[in-house]
């Protein structure tokens, strides 16, 4: 029996959940803070979720809405169905959908919605002639747990960037991980262990920036699920421990043309990059310490970036260096010529993040801004004056100044959108202000005795 009000997608999701015996439908949706939540469904309700949507409390939701206009739809999107890697049997399988959010009042998209907030910017790029691809590289740890479970920040290994075994022992959870992501359509670039002991590095195939702040997020629970059956913790903390690399997201962006162009390339120039990438570059560089209240969220944020750590700290680009905010990577071919954001890291939301970039990145091109020189030097080993010098700017140093700065620019509050943008300030502030209050260890070592 076939459904008129069935979509071509949805029928597909069906026949699979047929075949692979899926008994539960996992339906995701994501909250402000990226944090991924799920209602689950039996399977028979699927077309019922494809046609009418499933209805939920959105009252209790991180920043979603007031507890008198809680009704809220979730309408998953058929592309987004995968398997579950680690609650797959021959007999027993769940699935996931994510779910665009409807506000059940209006029948409109649900303006809270971080993916919602990421179509807006899309749409806005399309509407100036451009899709948007991203490729992120999330960085990771994978630490030991104590005897209750709970992570320690003991890695699981004492390996070094690009180690192999037997020092990276670490290497049979990637492999596992990789597996998993693979059977979710995953397409692996590479993997590597990191700088730092316990860091690792999976990288995924770059898609248009939807599907990517996705994957990010499905990315993101695999890993933690599959360490987690390995009994290690998998954290995209940024900085976990003090004093040795900590965790980035860098962020590569391309825009193309309507005929399926790199609109980023030109081959005539120096850095092969396009009059529009380097407007892009300076949008995104004018933006950057409002950015960095999106792409770098929580306090720990700023603990990474510091001088020293192959993490940026200063508001340049470069076509070599990894001092800077932006890098351009080289490129075996035009389609290839992309920039690298190098501040994000894996605590955002990716969909707020990646909308805020792409909105700045815009915002440079619809204002035609010029892009200063790349700065090729190692930037950490500026002084100040020369910092002054070249005109470089430093990136907020704590959260707190990162809202100031998010309160001070508007292109940066519309990207997230007048629903997102106050819930994100309060919520961000409330966590600012109880870090502000707690005394650390640090200070107690130093100051307790001393005074
Ligand atoms: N872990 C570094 C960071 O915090 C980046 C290392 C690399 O270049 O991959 O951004
Ligand atoms: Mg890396």
Redesign the pocket.
Known sequence: MTNENLSAEAERAIEEIEDKNVDFLRLQFTDILGTVKNVSVPADQAEKAFTEGIYFDGSSIEGFVRIQESDMRLKPDPETFAVLPWRNTEEHASARLICDVINTSTGEPFEGDPRYVLKQALERAEALGYTVNAAP?P?FFLFEEDEDGRATTETSDFGGYFDLAPKDLASDVRRDIIYGLESMDFEIEASHH???QG?H?INFEYDDALTTADNVSTFRTVVRAIAAQHDLHATFM?KPIPRI????M?THISLFTENGENAFHDGDDEFDLSETAKQFIAGILEHAPALAAVTNPTVNSYK?LVPG????VYVAWSDRN?SALIRKPAARVPAASRIEA?FP?PSCNPYLAFAALIHAGLDGIERGLECDDPVRENIYDFDEEKREEYGIDTLPANLGQALDALEQDEVVQDALGEHVYPKFVEAKTQEYDEFRVDVSDWELDRYLEKF
């Open positions: 590289e960085e990191e700088v730092a860091q590095e940024p690399n900590g965790s980035g860098h990474r750590y192959e993490a940026p990894r190098r890291d």
